[in-house]
């Protein structure tokens, strides 16, 4: 069959559907994919496949191919629906191949115009895990902090102290590590957890410099 027929483009999206939903048939998928990209005169069909491919490629975390096929769709003038969703995609791809400075570039945009809370919050996250993995403690707590004046109750809800603690415990001030974690609303993550960490985080606290523990 001539890979011009109408048929070989149905039999190749029944194909592409099919293997999409089996992570270990990917390389079928892909396959696929680019075929009906290649043959498909539909602008939707052509940006619906386009974005499963970059998926693809992100979830098998071939990050530098993701990166060139997000970068594809956001090329198409006509791309709206889900422009924030891939462009946080892209930038998490940038973040996973530690290019920093260009995973900012592309988060900075769903924060300064995403159309829904949860998208800016996703685009605040990375920005903070950007900051932390540069080791630029005091910026990441800073979206932490803006996050929790913002918000105060989506703050709480979803457990961001924790992640502020972290933060703490990175830089070794375990005091206010502790002091973020017997604030928090112990409901959520059990008091035994939190119990738990508070009681590490004193552990610690003991070897540092001058604390004393080696010497005791």
């Not at 919050?121 to 895990?129: H, I, K, N, P, S």
């Amino acid at each position: 069959m001539s890979p011009e027929h109408p048929v070989a483009l149905k039999a190749a999206i029944l194909g592409a559907d099919t293997a999409f939903k089996m992570p270990e048939n990917r390389t079928f998928f892909q396959k696929f994919a680019k075929f009906i990209i290649s043959h498909s005169a539909d602008e939707s069909q052509l940006v619906q496949y386009q974005r499963k491919i970059a998926d693809s490629y992100f979830e098998e975390a071939d990050y530098g191919r993701a990166v060139v096929e997000y970068q594809r769709i956001l090329s198409k003038p006509s791309f709206q629906e889900g422009k924030f969703e891939v462009l946080i995609s892209l930038a998490k791809s940038y973040y996973f191949l530690r290019r920093f400075d260009q995973a900012m570039v592309e988060i900075k945009k769903v924060i300064k115009d995403a159309p829904r809370a949860e998208l800016k919050f996703q685009g605040q996250m990375l920005v903070a895990d950007i900051f932390s993995g540069n080791k630029q403690y005091s910026e990441a707590l800073n979206i932490f902090f803006q996050i929790q004046s913002e918000d105060a109750e989506f703050y709480k809800k979803n457990n961001l102290g924790l992640n502020v603690a972290i933060i703490y415990e990175e830089m070794e001030d375990f005091d206010k590590a502790i002091d973020v974690l017997k604030n928090m609303d112990q409901s959520q993550l059990g008091e035994k957890f939190i119990k738990e960490k508070i009681e590490r985080l004193m552990s610690r606290r003991e070897f540092l410099p001058g604390a004393g523990g080696l010497n005791k």
